[in-house]
């Protein structure tokens, strides 16, 4: 019995050792991985003398990253890029080829050695891929892509699960097809477009015929001018704010619904319905339908 | 008797306070160990489960200064010192009466 208590009272001073050290030991690696510019002053410089210049400038020590590009001469009319896990950036450029830069990033060297990008170019299309396509629920490395494109480009569909997707300094007029599943989509000087996201911010610059923008949980920003007739403008978001500028010629039969939020429009409106939650009416001759629905944010129509 | 009584639950709250620590600890390494297996088979990136370390390890660590170092709880003795200090002294002014 005595000797079971002297077990008790051992184990007790060892494990109280140990949770001291356990306390000591994952400070340390926490202030070594995580630094933090408020705790780069005295003291904590003295006690743990870091580079924090090298620290900072790496991501991250056990990450790896192989980078590479190619070259696509031919002035195809398509471009169709396919990723899962990963950013999607595509500028417009006055060069006449595509370039095609891309970031294999995983936190194991086996991992990101596994994925490979595809890039297949058919009868005006050319496909960018990353590969290979969801294997496992589990995530195993990143591809991110900065795609530069001439402006025969016509068409843009991009889709990714996870990751940005950005559209900067487009050539005019490009119908665009963008998906994902969690990430912002921005895109700008759009001609059709259709936007869809689940979980990100929609910002986009239209100036065609035919817009669908959707969100689950995400805000939409939009500016809108010279719009053609013969197509439709439909935008939705469950949560999320929706607000929209457009030009003075606006000319729109508007379908405006908010469960819980205002509804505001710059423009004036030949009213036939309005309720609390929806705004009914015409900017000027009506000549293009406008639907706009939001659960639960706010409807906001400005002008340029 | 009385004394006796008073005597045997302090050293069983001590005994009770030993025994709980320990059952903490091993909890504590248990979940620790499960964390930290969860975190590097999604992804090694980021050792989120050092926080949980940290955090819950101070605690496991005070736990263990109350069982095993401050056992007799340091303010109750200091407590009571003083409330015998104090019924001395105001004998003693009563006698002086």
């Known amino acids: 019995m005595r000797n079971k208590g002297n077990l008790i009272n051992y184990l007790g001073y060892l494990f109280g050792i140990l949770s001291l050290t356990i306390i000591i030991l994952s400070l340390s690696c926490i202030i070594r991985d995580r630094p933090v510019s408020r705790i780069r002053k005295f003291p904590f410089r003295m006690w743990a003398p870091i580079d924090w210049e090298e620290t900072l400038r790496k991501p991250s020590t056990?990450?790896?990253?192989?980078?590479?590009?190619?070259?696509?001469?031919?002035?195809?009319k398509n471009l169709e890029v396919k990723n899962i896990s990963g950013d999607i950036d595509i500028t417009g450029w006055k060069e006449d080829y595509f370039l095609i830069k891309y970031v294999k990033s995983g936190p194991a060297k086996e991992w990101v050695e596994e994925l490979r990008v595809q890039v297949n170019t058919t009868e005006n299309v050319i496909s960018v891929k990353r590969l290979p396509e969801l294997k496992s629920l589990i995530q195993r490395g990143s591809v991110s892509f900065d795609i530069f494109i001439p402006d025969t480009v016509k068409t843009i569909s991009a889709n990714s699960v996870s990751g940005h997707i950005i559209l900067n300094q487009m050539p005019?007029?490009?119908?665009?097809?963008?998906?994902?599943?969690?990430?912002r989509i921005k895109t700008d000087n759009s001609g059709n477009l259709q936007v869809s996201s689940v979980s990100g911010s929609i910002s986009f610059q239209f100036s065609g015929s035919t817009l669908n923008v959707s969100t689950i949980s995400g805000s939409i920003r939009g500016e809108m001018s010279d719009l053609k007739s013969g197509g439709s403008l439909e935008l939705s978001s469950v949560s999320g704010s929706i607000h929209i500028n457009a030009d003075e010629t606006l000319n729109s039969d508007i379908s405006l619904k908010s469960v819980s939020g205002s509804i505001s429009c710059d423009f004036p409106v030949t009213i036939s319905?309005?309720?609390?939650?929806?705004?009914?009416?015409?900017?000027?001759?009506g000549f293009i339908p406008m639907n706009i629905k939001t659960t639960s944010g706010s409807i906001k129509i400005r002008k340029l | 008797m009385e004394d006796e009584n008073k005597r045997y639950e302090e050293a069983r709250k001590i005994a009770k306070n030993k025994v709980s620590f320990i059952r903490h600890f091993i909890t504590y390494i248990f979940v620790l160990i499960v964390l930290a297996v969860i975190n590097n088979v999604?992804?090694?990136?980021?050792?989120?489960?050092?926080?949980?370390?940290?955090?819950?390890?101070?605690?496991?660590?005070?736990?263990?200064?109350s069982a095993f170092i401050f056992k007799g709880g340091g303010l109750k003795k200091l407590e009571d010192d003083l409330i015998r200090r104090e019924m001395k002294r105001i004998g003693a002014e009563k006698d002086e009466k």
């Open chain 1, 62 to 76: 056990e990450w790896t990253r192989i980078e590479g590009e190619e070259i696509i001469g031919e002035p195809y």
């Open chain 1, 172 to 183: 005019a007029g490009i119908t665009q097809t963008l998906k994902t599943v969690s990430g």
């Open chain 1, 273 to 285: 319905v309005k309720k609390r939650t929806l705004l009914e009416g015409k900017i000027g001759e």
């Open chain 2, 42 to 65: 999604t992804s090694r990136a980021y050792q989120w489960w050092l926080w949980v370390a940290l955090f819950w390890g101070i605690g496991v660590f005070f736990n263990f200064l």
